[in-house]
């Protein structure tokens, strides 16, 4: 059995195929509706607090179990005291592109490429329009930098409905052409 404090208020322990052996239990049967199951929460609980020094205070508390691959589980016990400052893990996805957006109406395409024309033009060095299946794509090419930016506006307008070389291939291969290699500005030309 393995104890770690990840931060405070949140104990893991990880359990071996040979300790849920020993303690009469496998990941299948667990069940807090069970006496059993309950028994062994509060013990392996009562060790951890004395292995790391966890000390959930007497808020709510979240228990959470994950079957391993090489049997047993890990146990992760997790204070919802709202006073435990906790590290907050923020995602961030690296937007690469080309970007496949759906809109509904041609207007609301117009109203995007309006937007999109007053960017330097080589932050944006291809846009394709496409109709399919009642809707209007456009797909948009950009440079690393910049993609972050104008996928926060596309999605503003616009439904994101593919990202990368497959989804625009795929546009390509099922949808009408329209406008390319730069249907922004052909879309704005009047306007």
């Known amino acids: 059995m393995k104890f770690e404090l990840e931060e405070p208020g949140r104990l893991k322990i990880v359990i071996d195929s040979q300790d849920m052996q020993s303690m009469n239990m496998d990941f299948g049967r667990l069940d807090y509706a069970h006496t059993d199951t309950r028994k062994m929460i509060c013990d392996l609980l009562a060790l951890g607090r004395h292995k790391t020094d966890f000390e959930p205070d007497s808020g709510r508390l979240l228990i959470e179990v994950f079957p391993r691959t090489q049997g047993g589980c890990v146990f992760y016990f997790t ?5 435990i400052k906790r590290n907050k893990l923020r ?5 690469l592109g080309p970007f496949v957006f759906e809109f509904d109406s041609l207007d609301t395409m117009i109203r995007v490429c309006r937007s999109l024309a007053r960017m330097p033009k080589r932050c944006l060095p291809k846009s394709e ?3 399919l299946e ?3 794509r456009l797909t948009v090419y950009t440079i690393p930098g ?4 104008l996928f926060m506006l596309l999605r503003e307008f616009g ?8 989804a625009a291939a795929f ?4 949808g009408r052409l329209l ?3 730069d249907a922004v500005k052909q879309l704005t030309i009047d306007s």
Request: avoid cysteine.
């Open 79 to 83: 204070s919802l005291n709202p006073q």
């Open 91 to 95: 995602l961030r996805r690296h937007l």
């Open 129 to 131: 329009l496409y109709s």
């Open 134 to 136: 009642g809707g209007y």
């Open 146 to 149: 910049f993609s972050e930016r």
């Open 159 to 166: 439904k994101m409905s593919g990202e990368g070389r497959a």
């Open 171 to 174: 546009l390509e291969e099922h």
């Open 179 to 181: 406008a390319s290699p």
